[in-house]
C-alpha cells in the first residue's frame, strides 16, 4: 500500500507531519491535485466512514490531504479518488494530544492502514515521530475493532460506543 499526500503548504514547516514523511520516504507530497494518484482519500468532511471494505476500491493507494481545516472541504471537491472519513480517534502529537479528529497527516495515514488490516505500514509511518508509539496505544483498541469490521456502517456503529464513552 502506498502513501500520497495532497500538500498545501500552508502551515508551520518545522511541525508538518507530511514533509516529514517525504524526507523520510513514507510517502509522495502532491502540490498539485492532477498530480495525485487515484486512491482511498482521507477527507474529514466525506459523507461515509473509513472501514476495511474501502482497501480494494482505493488499488492499494491511500490519499490525504495537507491542509487548513477551512480548505479541504473546497480541496476534497476536485480529487480523484473514493473519499471516506476516519472514524473517532484520538490525537497523540503534541499540539492536539488527546483531541479526538484532530490528527496529523502521519496519524491519519497511520490510522486508516490499520483500519486496512496494515499495521506494520501504520508502525512504519509513524517511525520517524517520537510520539508515533503513542499514537497506536491510545487507539488500539478501536482501531482493532474498525478493521474487523465489514462495511461503513459497522465501523459508524464502533464509533458510537466509542462516542457515547466520551459523555
Known sequence: MECHVYYEGDDDPDKCTARRLEKFDKATLYRSMGQVPYGVVLNPHAERALSPADAEEGLGTLVALDCSWESAEAA???????????????????????RPFRLTTAEALAGAACIFDEWELAADVLEPFRWGDTFLTLNEEPLRRYSECTDSGEVVAVQEDYLADEE
Not at 77 to 96: D, E, K, Q, T, Y
Open 76 to 98: 476534497s471537491f476536485s480529487m480523484r479518488g473514493v473519499h471516506r472519513a476516519l472514524p473517532f480517534l484520538v490525537a497523540a502529537n503534541p499540539i492536539n494530544y488527546g
